[in-house]
């Protein structure tokens, strides 16, 4: 695969994750849902942190939110520019397409939501209790690098009621699957899926 080809793939991929993200934003209020189908809904949610809601500062405690959330946006640039040089030498280097594959899928759904991080917070007013509005008059609700990624895609394949016996776990409910994504984490999954399953085709040995 080209690095042309490479770039139109990531285009592609960035316009469906920011215009899906831009449709929530200017039509959902936070936490508003939709049914599509019984096991997948338009759950519109927003992620202040890294995968699972996961958050620096739940980590190190003397870290303040704002700080985190800083430190956090600053890594995934650098993270994507390294992304980006790799994909840079994988094409120069004509090596697997494969990987060419892979390694685009990562940077698109990186840079995706790097751009929620670095420009949401100004670009949109808050979700809470109301639908958001592009380029508010008053500001947005945040600085620039302290906007938090929009996720909607939500799919409840099924609930059940454990047990009372397990351990910890044991009369509550289960939901799979429980996580909130978005387009650009799907292109993420994908590519990293890509490297562990086809790892050897990926990585061959000349």
Do not use: C
Not at 173 to 184: I, T, W
């Amino acid at each position: 695969m080209s690095l042309k080809k490479a770039i139109i793939l990531i285009v592609v991929i960035l316009l469906i994750d920011q215009v899906s993200k831009i449709y929530i934003k200017t039509h959902f209020s936070l936490y508003e849902s939709i049914t599509v189908f019984p096991w997948f809904k338009i759950y519109f949610i927003e992620n202040d942190g890294m995968a699972w809601g996961t958050k620096i500062s739940d980590f190190i405690s003397f870290i303040t939110e704002r700080s985190a959330k800083f430190i956090l946006t600053i890594f995934r640039i650098i993270a994507i520019v390294g992304i980006g040089y790799w994909l840079y030498e994988a094409t120069k280097k004509q090596q697997s397409r494969i990987l060419i594959l892979a390694i685009a899928l990562i940077f698109a759904g990186a840079l995706g939501n790097i751009i929620d991080s670095v420009f949401y917070g100004v670009f949109f007013d808050s979700s809470l209790n109301q639908v958001a509005t592009f380029l508010p008059a008053e500001g947005g609700y945040e600085t620039y690098l302290q906007g938090r990624v929009v996720d909607m895609l939500y799919f409840p394949l099924f609930s059940v009621d454990l047990p009372h016996w397990l351990p910890g776990f044991g009369g509550k409910r289960f939901n799979f699957f429980e996580p909130v994504f978005n387009v650009a984490d799907m292109a993420i999954s994908t590519g990293f899926l890509i490297l562990i399953v086809f790892n050897k085709r990926a990585f061959q040995k000349k």
